[in-house]
Nanobody, 123 residues
Framework: QVQVVESGGGLVQPGGSLRLSCEVSGRIFSIDGAGWYRQAPGKERELVASIAPGGFGGVINYAETVKGRFTISKDNGQNTVYLQMHSLEREDTAVYYC??????????????WGQGTQVTVSS
C-alpha cells in the first residue's frame, strides 16, 4: 500500500522561504515523474512545478509565476520529492499537493496524490 504525505507548510511572512516535502512510503522501486500543484480558495488547482518521467528526460518545468523562486527536486534514495520556495508572495497562499508516478518492483506504474499541506503567506 502506497502513501503520499506532504509536510513543511505553514505561515510565513512575505519574502520568506519554506521547503515542502512529499514522502512516499510503500513497496515501490522508485518515483518517476512528480509534480507540485496548488489550489487557492475559489480557484482551480494549478501545476506549480514538475519533473517529467525518465522516459521524457526528467525535464523540469515551472509555472511562470514561480520561476526563479521555486525549485523542485527528487531524492529517490529517500523516496521524497521537495519543493523549495523562496521570496514567497501573498499570492502563493494555497494548499499545496504532491502528485507522484511510482514504479513498483513488478515495473507496474501508478499515480498517487497526497492530502495537501497549507501554505499561508501573510504579515
Amino acid at each position: 500500500q502506497v502513501q503520499v504525505v506532504e509536510s513543511g507548510g505553514g505561515l510565513v511572512q512575505p519574502g520568506g522561504s519554506l521547503r515542502l516535502s512529499c514522502e512516499v512510503s510503500g513497496r515501490i522501486f522508485s518515483i518517476d515523474g512528480a509534480g507540485w500543484y496548488r489550489q487557492a480558495p475559489g480557484k482551480e488547482r494549478e501545476l506549480v512545478a514538475s519533473i517529467a518521467p525518465g522516459g521524457f528526460g526528467g525535464v523540469i518545468n515551472y509555472a511562470e509565476t514561480v520561476k526563479g523562486r521555486f525549485t523542485i527536486s527528487k531524492d529517490n534514495g529517500q523516496n521524497t520529492v521537495y519543493l523549495q520556495m523562496h521570496s514567497l508572495e501573498r499570492e502563493d497562499t494555497a494548499v499545496y499537493y504532491c502528485n507522484v508516478e511510482v514504479i513498483f518492483m513488478t515495473l507496474r506504474r501508478a499515480d498517487y496524490w497526497g492530502q495537501g499541506t497549507q501554505v499561508t503567506v501573510s504579515s
